[in-house]
Structures are given as structure tokens and as C-alpha cells.
């Protein structure tokens, strides 16, 4: 149980840590002060295809992990190749939702776009940091 709540800890910071760097991406993308185009290309669109690809990829594949990792952690809490997959688990959708962010960076930077194009990235990243936050299992042996 101790070594589940650490792990929390440990993979709470890191998502604190990924929320704080999102505003900073948007700053870092402001400094060239280009006001940027608000149409849409074909760039853009295939940028939103990513985004939209990597959310429902990583949902499925996190959802498999955390599931696998949760039965397991149900029959023996100890199991440390099953707190493992959980902190993978959770460490690979924070990654991916940060990834939206980064996105967003490209959009902006890159592709020329305008700042309202680009948040729209950095809120995806935000609303799934938030969505996926580590929690501890339902279910779990008291050992």
C-alpha cells in the first residue's frame, strides 16, 4: 500500500509538472509576436487527424494497461510487475496528452497558425492531463 501511494506521489508531480509546461509552450510559441492565419490547410487538418488518432490510440492502449494492472494489483498489491504496468500506464497517457500540447506548438510555430489554433491543442492537452490523473485502484489487496 505504501509503495502504491508513493508511486502516486511520484506520478502526480510529473502530471503537476506537465500542466505547468502548457502555458510555457504557449509562451515560447508567442515570442515571434506573428499574429498568424486563421485558415485552415490541408497541414492543419492533418494535424488534427494526428491529434484525434493519438487521443483514441492511447485511450485503448492505457485502458488495457491500467486494466491489466489493476487485476492484478487486486489479488496482490505486491506484485511489483504490476505496479509497474500501472505507473507505464499512466506515464504513457500523461505523455500523449502532453504530446497534444506539443502539437499545438507546431501549429502555431510551424504551420503559421493563430493563437486561438493553437489553444485549442494546448486545452486537449489540459482537459486529458486532468481526465487521466493517476488514481489510486478500486481494487486492491491489503497485504
Not at 500500500?1 to 502555458?23: G, Y
Not at 509497474?84 to 502539437?103: C, L, P, S, Y
Amino acid at each position: 500500500m505504501n509503495e502504491l501511494k508513493a508511486r502516486l506521489t511520484r506520478l502526480r508531480l510529473f502530471q503537476l509538472a506537465m500542466i505547468v509546461s502548457i502555458p510555457l509552450f504557449g509562451r515560447v510559441a508567442e515570442i515571434g509576436g506573428d499574429p498568424g492565419s486563421n485558415s485552415w490547410t490541408m497541414w492543419h487538418w492533418l494535424v488534427v487527424g494526428v491529434v484525434l488518432w493519438a487521443i483514441f490510440g492511447v485511450s485503448s492502449i492505457r485502458s488495457r494497461i491500467l486494466t491489466r494492472s489493476q487485476q492484478a494489483l487486486a489479488k496482490d498489491a505486491s506484485d511489483l510487475k504490476a505496479l509497474k504496468q500501472w505507473d507505464v500506464g499512466h506515464i504513457i497517457g500523461m505523455a500523449f496528452a502532453e504530446n497534444i500540447a506539443m502539437w499545438g506548438l507546431v501549429v502555431r510555430m510551424v504551420l503559421g497558425g493563430a493563437l486561438w489554433q493553437a489553444l485549442l491543442f494546448y486545452i486537449a492537452s489540459l482537459i486529458l492531463l486532468l481526465i487521466w490523473t493517476p488514481r489510486l485502484p478500486k481494487d486492491f489487496a491489503s497485504n
